[in-house]
């Protein structure tokens, strides 16, 4: 026998559940609406003005204010830096003279005497395009073989690469976020002068080598000095990615012809302890907890961003950033109570551990602040199944991946600079004796005036003589004296 309800009852279960499910949308809509309410505040958006007619903080103004304080026309290598490449380097969403109107110079014509790279060489004058050379677009051992399509490319750039090192004189560099067309967000911003960084590193190195080769040793320093200090005042730059192409693409790559110079036998001693004495006085590219913050408020300025947009807006970003194929239908984000405020807050923790973590005094000490950072950061990243769609964690592991990698990296660079300026020195003391001393204390104090520490240990790079050259290795990132090998970190000779 069947149980059969009243039809009556079934009508009334079916509009309770319809009612039901109307009061619970209601909800859940009201409580989208209030996720999407963000309080201005240290927790949330860390600094409260400038703000936007909407009330939202103003962070592109923040630090286009902030990084353009103190600079001039006369003073800001950007200028010269455009003039040379062209408007290559400027973004083509903005008006066409919108980026230069603000820095104060004049209009870039869309032809001109322009930093040209290889290919383009090649192209222009109807040239097979070489074959790059087995070490690198950099030689990287001495002899070294420049063919004539090279050398004819790099004397097509003489003009662009002089303005290049007059660039490198000035004290500051900036080119602003906005030139009269506001990106939505942040993350929108494009960079093309960024990408420029790898032609600019191997046209002027590469012209560094030629007149290495051909005997001009003051013009050879004179790029290698340059290629040195653009690499540090491109790292003024607001985004880490405009300081690893700094350091990527000039330099680390500077500091290899440096030790080429070293081993070249063109340089006389007191050209070497001058570019030895140069590159020590230079220093260390800006430490990576400068950065953090501007990095810091281009996630903040996202979440705010999403925040205010229309669902429809905030599914076409989630589902072309995160991933190839759509997190949900746009329908779906209208009721997808994301925590906007709570992530910010969540973020902003994240970003306060890793500036704690990289203000260390010592590599060893950082290294294991980071690591407990990482593994703190794992622990408590967000298990709420509605979240997963906006997912603040998406953030925080590029955070971690992106401050680890460019944090080791810096490291490496720095201690490779403090190796190659002990090459220089070494390659001074054979010119004078006739081979390598014996222990890097007998550089002191004629060649150096002190020996640095290995930065990952505290202790004197590792360092052994040979009748023909010499091996001089850092232990590395791993703290683990790998005899050279692994991650340790080489300038040997030969």
């Known amino acids: 026998?069947?149980?059969?309800?009243?039809?009556?009852?079934?009508?009334?279960?079916?509009?309770?559940?319809?009612?039901?499910?109307?009061?619970?949308?209601?909800?859940?809509?009201?409580?989208?609406?209030?996720?999407?309410?963000?309080?201005?505040?240290?927790?949330?958006?860390?600094?409260?003005?400038?703000?936007?007619?909407?009330?939202?903080?103003?962070?592109?103004?923040?630090?286009?204010?902030?990084?353009?304080?103190?600079?001039?026309?006369?003073?800001?290598?950007?200028?010269?830096?455009?003039?040379?490449?062209?408007?290559?380097?400027?973004?083509?969403?903005?008006?066409?003279?919108?980026i230069t109107d603000r820095l104060g110079m004049?209009?870039?014509?869309?032809?001109?005497?322009?930093?040209?790279?290889?290919?383009?060489?090649?192209?222009?004058?109807?040239?097979?395009?070489?074959?790059?050379?087995?070490?690198?677009?950099?030689?990287?051992?001495?002899?070294?073989?420049?063919?004539?399509?090279?050398?004819?490319?790099?004397?097509?750039?003489?003009?662009?690469?002089?303005?290049?090192?007059?660039?490198?004189?000035?004290?500051?560099?900036?080119?602003?976020?906005?030139?009269?067309?506001?990106?939505?967000?942040?993350?929108?911003?494009?960079?093309?002068?960024?990408?420029?960084?790898?032609n600019v590193?191997?046209?002027?190195?590469?012209?560094?080598?030629?007149?290495?080769?051909?005997?001009?040793?003051?013009?050879?320093?004179?790029?290698?000095?340059a290629a040195h200090r653009l690499a540090r005042l491109l790292s003024q730059c607001a985004t880490l990615i405009e300081r690893i192409n700094a350091q990527k693409h000039?330099?680390?790559?500077?500091?290899?012809?440096?030790?080429?110079?070293?081993?070249?036998?063109?340089?006389?001693?007191?050209?070497?302890?001058?570019?030895?004495?140069?590159?020590?006085?230079?220093?260390?590219?800006?430490?990576?907890?400068?950065?953090?913050?501007?990095?810091?408020?281009?996630?903040l300025d996202t979440c705010q961003a999403l925040a205010s947009m229309p669902p429809d807006r905030v599914a076409d970003v989630f589902n072309g950033a995160f991933s190839s194929h759509p997190i949900f239908e746009k329908p779906v984000f209208r009721f997808l109570p994301v925590p906007y405020e709570s992530d910010m807050r969540d973020l902003n923790h994240v970003y306060d551990g890793a500036l704690a973590a990289l203000r260390e005094e010592d590599y060893p000490r950082r290294h294991a602040a980071l690591q407990l950072w990482k593994e703190q950061v794992s622990r408590s990243k967000n298990s709420n199944p509605v979240s997963i769609a906006w997912s603040s964690d998406f953030f925080i592991a590029q955070l971690i991946f992106a401050i680890a990698q460019v944090q080791q990296h810096q490291e490496q660079a720095m201690e490779e600079r403090r190796l190659t300026e002990i090459s220089l020195c070494l390659a001074a003391y054979k010119a004078d004796h006739g081979q390598y001393p014996a222990a890097l204390n007998d550089l002191t104090p004629a060649y150096l005036a002190a020996v640095p520490a290995d930065l990952f240990t505290g202790n004197p790079p590792i360092y052994h003589p040979a009748a023909a050259g010499y091996a001089l290795y850092s232990v590395g990132p791993d703290m683990i004296d790998n005899g050279g090998h692994g991650d340790d970190i080489q300038v040997n000779m030969p």
Not at 54 to 66: F, H, P, S, T
Not at 206 to 219: F, M, N, P, Y
């Open 201 to 225: 590193g191997t046209t002027l190195l590469t012209r560094a080598v030629i007149r290495l080769q051909s005997g001009d040793c003051d013009g050879c320093i004179r790029d290698l000095l």
């Open 106 to 198: 004049p209009h870039l014509p869309e032809q001109g005497d322009y930093l040209t790279d290889l290919n383009a060489y090649c192209t222009r004058h109807f040239l097979p395009v070489p074959p790059d050379p087995p070490d690198g677009d950099i030689p990287a051992t001495w002899p070294v073989h420049i063919e004539p399509l090279r050398q004819q490319w790099i004397e097509s750039n003489a003009h662009p690469l002089d303005l290049l090192t007059q660039a490198s004189a000035r004290t500051r560099y900036f080119i602003p976020f906005d030139g009269g067309n506001r990106p939505e967000m942040l993350i929108e911003v494009l960079l093309p002068h960024a990408v420029a960084f790898r």
């Open 250 to 299: 000039l330099e680390v790559p500077a500091l290899q012809v440096d030790r080429l110079a070293a081993a070249s036998g063109k340089l006389s001693v007191e050209q070497i302890k001058s570019l030895a004495a140069q590159l020590h006085a230079l220093g260390d590219l800006p430490p990576l907890g400068e950065y953090v913050d501007d990095e810091r408020f281009m996630i």
């Open 1 to 98: 026998m069947r149980l059969r309800l009243p039809r009556r009852r079934i009508w009334r279960a079916a509009i309770y559940l319809i009612c039901l499910l109307l009061v619970l949308t209601a909800a859940d809509l009201v409580l989208v609406q209030v996720r999407r309410t963000i309080h201005p505040g240290y927790d949330t958006t860390r600094i409260v003005s400038p703000t936007l007619p909407d009330g939202r903080v103003d962070y592109l103004k923040y630090i286009d204010d902030r990084r353009s304080e103190g600079v001039t026309p006369s003073n800001n290598a950007a200028v010269l830096f455009l003039q040379a490449l062209g408007r290559v380097a400027l973004p083509r969403t903005q008006p066409p003279d919108g």
